[in-house]
């Protein structure tokens, strides 16, 4: 660090070596990325919307199918408030079906964690003209423990190597889940 004397004002200024100004910058720069990873991004909710057109769905009827994903389910980020929020969300969507993909608990080393219970009560009141469906994600399988347990309590089928077929919209409709590929038994074959 090195003292200079500003003769213009009359005062003695510090100037920073160039690899602490470069230190520092990026200090701030990771802080602000910080920030916005912990206080506004999971504030927000964002619905993306698709249309897939494929030669295997060959009814006449469209059918709209909402996905939620990777919830990771940790206060203060991920509250059971917030989940209701993505439920009602998804409910005024008026889909089909609903289709949970696992990954409910949040295995981060700060926040507070949510108990399964908690973390899983509000996709209770998710609703779908042709049902609501669920796999387990990896998350789901270790760390805090009981999340596929608690998942199944709600009643929403959760797809365990297992296709089931429905009915929906005067269609016949297959549905498949597979146990996670890392931490369980995948099967396809089933």
């Known amino acids: 660090m090195r003292m200079s004397k500003n003769k213009a004002i009359g005062k003695t200024m510090m100037t920073l070596p ?8 990026i200090f701030v720069v990771l802080g602000f990325i910080g920030l916005y990873a912990c206080f506004i ?31 990771h389910a940790i206060w203060p980020w991920m509250s059971a408030a917030h989940i209701e929020t ?12 609903i289709l949970l993909l696992g990954d409910y608990v949040g295995t981060y080393p700060f926040g507070i964690q949510l108990t399964p219970e908690q973390g899983v009560a509000p996709y209770k009141k998710l609703t ?16 805090i ?5 608690a998942l199944v309590k709600t009643n929403i089928p959760v797809l365990k190597n297992k296709a089931i077929s429905i009915e929906c919209k005067n269609e016949t409709l297959w549905i498949a889940g597979l146990e996670d590929l890392w931490y369980q038994n995948t099967d396809i074959q089933k």
């Open 18 to 25: 160039k690899s602490t100004k470069i230190a520092l910058t």
């Open 41 to 71: 991004e999971p504030f927000k909710l964002k619905v993306t919307e698709w249309e897939i057109d494929s030669d295997k769905w060959t009814a006449q009827t469209e059918l709209k199918i909402a996905l939620i994903s990777d919830v």
């Open 86 to 97: 993505i439920v009602k969300k998804a409910n005024a969507l008026e889909p089909d079906l």
């Open 128 to 143: 779908a003209k042709c049902g609501v469906f669920a796999v387990i994600g990896n998350h789901d399988l270790h760390g």
């Open 145 to 149: 423990s009981g999340w596929p347990e």
